[in-house]
C-alpha cells in the first residue's frame, strides 16, 4: 500500500496529515468508533490493510505496531444514545471529529474513508475504499474496529445474556433472540430496533 493520498497532499503544502475511519455503522447495540491516525512518512508496515480483511489476531497484532509507532493517533466514539438522537451518519460524523480533535499532534489535513465528508475543522477529503488504499486510513480503521471490539467484550462481562462477545452487536440470528429472550438494554440502539419496539 503506497503512501499516494498522503504525498498528494503533502505537494499541496500541508504538513500533517491524518487518515480517519470508523468501525460499528451498521450493529444494533454499542457505540460507533472512529479514529485518527499520523504515520510517519513512507513508514511501512507489513500486513497492514483494511480491518474487515484481517483476523482479529492480526488486527491486535497491527494495533499494538499502530500506537507505538503513530506520531499521533486518537480513537473516539459516539454512543447509542446519541446515535438515536442524531442518526448513525451525524454520530459517525461526531465521532471521527471528536477523533481528530483528539490528536495531541494536530492534524491539516484528512483523508476520510468512504464519499461522505464530515464536519471537520481542517481541510481533507474522501477516499472510496480508503481503507484499502492509503495507510493512515488503513491504520485508522485497525484502531477504530480493535478498539470497538474490546469494548464489547468488556460489556459482554457486564451483561452475559446478550452474548455481545460473539456478535459485537451486529444483527445475528443469535442476537435477535438474545434480544428477544431479554429484552431491550440501555446499549442498544432504538432506532435500528424500530420493528421490535412497534410488533
Not at 3 to 18: D, I, P, Q
Not at 157 to 175: R, W
Amino acid at each position: 500500500m503506497e503512501y499516494n493520498y498522503e504525498l498528494s497532499a503533502g505537494e499541496k503544502g500541508y504538513k500533517s496529515v491524518c487518515g480517519i475511519d470508523e468501525a460499528g455503522r451498521g450493529p444494533l447495540a454499542g457505540p460507533v468508533y472512529a479514529a485518527a491516525v499520523i504515520l510517519p512518512a513512507g513508514l511501512e508496515i507489513p500486513g497492514l490493510n483494511d480491518s474487515k480483511k484481517l483476523t482479529e489476531k492480526k488486527r491486535e497484532e497491527l494495533f499494538d505496531i499502530i500506537t507505538e509507532k503513530a506520531v499521533s493517533y486518537s480513537i473516539a466514539f459516539a454512543t447509542a444514545k446519541e446515535i438515536d438522537e442524531i442518526n448513525i451518519l451525524q454520530a459517525t460524523f461526531l465521532a471521527m471529529r471528536r477523533a481528530q480533535e483528539g490528536l495531541d499532534i494536530p492534524a491539516d489535513y484528512a483523508l476520510i474513508d468512504g464519499n461522505r465528508m464530515p464536519p471537520l475543522a481542517i481541510d481533507g477529503e474522501t477516499i472510496i475504499k480508503g481503507d484499502a488504499k492509503s495507510p493512515s486510513v488503513a491504520a485508522a480503521s485497525i484502531l477504530a474496529k480493535v478498539s470497538r471490539d474490546r469494548y464489547m467484550y468488556e460489556l459482554d462481562k457486564q451483561l452475559p445474556q446478550y452474548c455481545f462477545a460473539q456478535h459485537k452487536g451486529y444483527g445475528t440470528k443469535l442476537h435477535y433472540e438474545c434480544i428477544e429472550k431479554h429484552g431491550i438494554s440501555e446499549h442498544h440502539r432504538l432506532t435500528f430496533l424500530k420493528k421490535i419496539i412497534n410488533k
